[in-house]
């Protein structure tokens, strides 16, 4: 039994070490690159009061706008419990203040998780892209980008900063969290179907 544990935790181990590799490798900073949407994940919004790995998401993508002026942004983000608003629509006001025009800001307030903001994201499009930006925090790219792909999408991405004292934490939980993308969020085939639709 002794055998069998030590056996258990080092493959736990190369399962860590593996899934943080690919979290790494997967930060590259394409903010030079256009791309017509620019998929922004949400994060809590706190009723009004914004996180500091939310503002450091939307603060990229203002920069990201700013740099490339005809790019529209999906924001993502559903209501979060005795909220006023939705998480993209408290997003949403904070990039109008920061000077972004509101005809450019698409607004997706279903989503509760990585996986339902890219499905509703991609519902609001008027047809299937190839490729699209997404902009998140560092740590959480590589699964929007394995989502995307499940998905038919090549995504692009631009890194926010993660806040150093939510660095350990959000590693850990985002660990956990990619394991359980890899087993379940799978797109159905009449999503699949119907993403493709768009471009009939």
């Known amino acids: 039994m002794k055998k069998l544990f030590k056996f258990f935790l080092f493959l736990c181990l190369c399962l860590v070490v593996l899934i943080q590799s690919l979290i790494y490798h ?9 791309e017509n949407y ?7 919004a706190n009723n009004g009061k914004l996180s500091k790995t939310l503002i450091n998401r939307l603060d990229t ?8 002026k005809t790019a529209k942004a999906v924001l993502c983000g559903g209501k979060e419990k005795n909220n006023e608003l939705s998480e ?13 025009n509101k005809k450019r800001l698409i607004v997706e307030t279903k989503s509760k998780n990585t996986f339902e903001n890219v499905k509703f994201a991609l519902e609001k499009l008027d047809k299937k892209p190839s490729e699209i930006m997404v902009i998140s925090s560092d740590y959480h790219l590589f699964r929007a980008k394995l989502i995307l792909y499940r998905f038919g999408i090549l ?9 150093f004292g939510a660095v ?3 590693n850990v939980r985002e660990t956990l969290a990619v394991v359980k993308t890899f087993l379940f969020d799978k ?6 179907k119907n993403l493709h639709q768009k471009n009939n």
Do not use: C, W
Not at 187 to 192: G, L, V, Y
């Open 26 to 34: 997967s930060k590259k900073n394409e903010i030079d690159t256009y």
């Open 38 to 44: 620019v998929l922004v994940l949400g994060a809590e």
């Open 61 to 68: 993508t203002v920069e990201y706008l700013n740099k490339h």
């Open 88 to 100: 993209a629509e408290f997003m949403q006001k904070y990039l109008v203040e920061k000077g972004i």
């Open 155 to 163: 995504a692009r991405t631009v890194p926010a900063k993660t806040p």
């Open 168 to 170: 350990i934490a959000s």
């Open 187 to 192: 797109p159905t085939a009449e999503d699949i």
